[in-house]
T-cell receptor, first 110, second 113 residues
Framework: EDQVTQSPEALRLQEGESSSLNCSYT??????LFWYRQDPGKGPEFLFT???AGEEKEKERLKATLTKKESFLHITAPKPEDSATYLC???????????FGQGTRLTINP | AAGVIQSPRHLIKEKRETATLKCYPI?????VYWYQQGPGQDPQFLIS???????DKGSIPDRFSAQQFSDYHSELNMSSLELGDSALYFC????????????FGPGTRLTVL
């Protein structure tokens, strides 16, 4: 069964304090790994798709990396507006559904 | 850029009533997905449609049904509602021509009393 585990569950940082969020996964053939940002009561907002080990993608203060077992979302010099829940999801080969992790609730204090 | 549209945004129903949620995908997207997110939980996949045919199925209760219409919009029909059905329901859409990334709508918050 495909599974995604994210850590930590919650993370509180000071503005400008860089850190990384972890996403460990097991999947029967990876079609893609996705990162989303979700604000309370809103729909998940797409950030990145990673397809193969070694791939990296960047957007503003965020950088996502992928290995065969896990993905990291690095956040550099975060700002309060980066506060949100970050969701990791995997899609298996031949499947359409996304299997999500429980998310990391990130809080950036000014 | 156009996004996924969901209606209604909020819905309050009594136990044993029925509800219909609507989803309008991003223009030219051919696949629609439905997810359920309970309080404090991650989104759980319910069902998906590609070119109006059911393409994948998750943990969708038998009380729920869905379809995709010729204009690509989709409806999720929920009958005999239970208290446990209270959740956020998200629709997402994707294009097989553009990489299959799923883009989510703002959700419908269903409250069953």
């Amino acid at each position: 069964e495909d599974q995604v585990t994210q850590s930590p569950e919650a993370l509180r940082l000071q503005e400008g304090e860089s850190s990384s969020l972890n996403c460990s996964y097991t999947v029967s053939g990876l079609r893609g790994l996705f990162w989303y940002r979700q604000d309370p009561g809103k729909g998940p907002e797409f950030l990145f798709t990673l397809y193969s080990a070694g791939e990296e993608k960047e957007k503003e203060r965020l950088k996502a990396t992928l290995t065969k077992k896990e993905s990291f979302l690095h956040i550099t010099a975060p700002k309060p507006e980066d506060s949100a829940t970050y969701l990791c999801a995997v899609q298996a080969m031949g499947a359409q559904k996304l299997v999500f992790g429980q998310g990391t609730r990130l809080t950036i204090n000014p | 850029a156009a996004g996924v549209i969901q209606s209604p945004r909020h819905l309050i129903k009594e136990k044993r009533e029925t509800a219909t949620l609507k989803c309008y995908p991003i223009p030219r997207h051919d696949t629609v997905y439905w997810y359920q997110q309970g309080p404090g939980q991650d989104p759980q996949f319910l069902i998906s449609f590609y070119e109006k045919m059911q393409s994948d199925k998750g943990s969708i209760p038998d009380r729920f049904s869905a379809q995709q219409f010729s204009d690509y919009h989709s409806e999720l029909n929920m009958s005999s509602l239970e208290l446990g059905d209270s959740a956020l329901y998200f629709c997402a859409s994707s294009s097989t021509q553009a990489g299959d990334t799923q883009y989510f709508g703002p959700g419908t918050r269903l409250t069953v009393l």
